[in-house]
Structure formats: structure tokens, C-alpha cells
């Protein structure tokens, strides 16, 4: 059974810096290209970043030169580093393969910037 568990948002100033941890289990991470994806209230979920398989990196443009997606294969753990955060940055962080299994959806994990 496929399980994604992020874990680490939580409440930060404007420029402040965050770091979201998915735990991924039921198939391994390694084969898979991965991603985040955010929902802010009211918008639709967007792709945030993606690392292949290879290791490859992309992002969306919002969060270039801010956001950093890494994985760990041996923990079978994907990350996201989000510095410079924003207000717009506020959402609910979501991890799935890219691109998504639409039934494994996580809990996400609430990223709230404000002052």
C-alpha cells in the first residue's frame, strides 16, 4: 500500500526558511520521478518542483532560485528547502510522483507565511 506522509511546515515570518520532509513507502523512490505541489485556499493544486529518477531538478518559476527539491533514496525520503518565503508561498504541501497517483494523496502539511 502506496503511503506519502510530509511532515515540517508550520508558521514562519516573511524571509524566513522552511524545510518539508515526505516519507514515502509502498514502492521505492528511487524509480520514480517525484515532485511537491502546493493548494493554496480557493486556487488549484500547481506543481511546485520535481527531481527525476536520475536526480534532475526543475521547479516552477514562482520559486526558482528559492525553493531546492532533493531526495534521499535510502531513507526513502524526498525534501523540500523553501528559503526566501513569501506570503504567496502560503499553502498546503503536497509529495506524489510526477506525475501524480491521483488515489495516494497525503495529509499535507500547512505552510503558512506571514508577520
Known amino acids: 500500500q502506496v503511503q506519502l506522509v510530509e511532515s515540517g511546515g508550520g508558521l514562519v515570518q516573511p524571509g524566513g526558511s522552511l524545510r518539508l520532509s515526505c516519507v514515502v513507502s509502498?514502492?521505492?523512490?528511487?524509480?520514480?520521478?517525484m515532485s511537491w505541489y502546493r493548494q493554496a485556499p480557493g486556487k488549484e493544486r500547481e506543481l511546485v518542483a520535481t527531481?527525476?529518477?536520475?536526480?534532475?531538478?526543475n521547479s516552477t518559476d514562482s520559486v526558482k532560485g528559492r525553493f531546492i527539491i532533493s531526495k534521499l533514496n535510502t531513507q526513502n525520503t524526498l525534501y523540500l528547502q523553501m528559503n526566501s518565503l513569501k506570503p504567496e508561498d502560503t499553502a498546503e504541501y503536497y509529495c506524489?510522483?510526477?506525475?501524480?497517483?491521483?488515489?495516494?494523496w497525503g495529509q499535507g502539511t500547512q505552510v503558512t507565511v506571514s508577520s
Open positions: 509502498g514502492f521505492t523512490l528511487r524509480n520514480d520521478a
Open positions: 506524489n510522483t510526477f506525475p501524480p497517483m491521483p488515489r495516494s
Open positions: 527531481v527525476t529518477s536520475r536526480g534532475s531538478t
